[in-house]
């Protein structure tokens, strides 16, 4: 197996096709295509976990996109695009429109931080209530 080298032409090829979202299949077809590099995809995920050069190229790529998209969702939430405010306070942010509804059985008492309560489902043994113990009335 020979050792595959790849020039700065193809480093900065890899930088480009990255940042436009390409798979490493796809990069690595587009070098073979364009370039004439004689990679496979295989090599080429070879190179970019064991060559720092590939990989730093990959990773720049990546955030020159992130940037890029960043930027210009920024730029049309600014302006007030509605759909672009919430996909960046979503994403961006942390927020988010999910809304949590609380259920409350009927019959049961609203739960409270100092009492725990412990129900015992009604298997025919008659009345098993007992009143609550109060946090002071525990053992220490």
């Not at 942010?93 to 008492?109: D, F, M």
């Amino acid at each position: 197996m020979r050792k595959i080298e790849l020039d700065e032409v193809a480093i900065s090829n890899i930088k480009v096709m990255a940042a436009l979202g390409l798979s490493v299949a796809s990069i690595a077809a587009m070098l073979r295509e364009n370039l004439r590099v004689q990679i496979s995809e295989r090599s080429l995920w070879s190179l970019k976990k064991n060559n720092p050069k590939v990989r730093e190229a990959f990773a720049a790529g990546l955030a020159k996109a992130e940037y890029n998209i960043g930027r210009a969702l920024y730029e049309r939430a600014s302006e007030g695009d509605l759909p672009s405010i919430k996909y960046f306070e979503a994403t961006r942010l942390g927020r988010s429109e999910k809304q949590v509804q609380e259920v409350h059985h009927k019959g049961l008492p609203e739960p409270s931080e100092s009492n725990v309560l412990v129900f015992i489902p009604d298997n025919g043994r008659g009345d098993l209530t007992c009143p609550a113990v109060q946090q002071s009335e525990l053992p220490d």
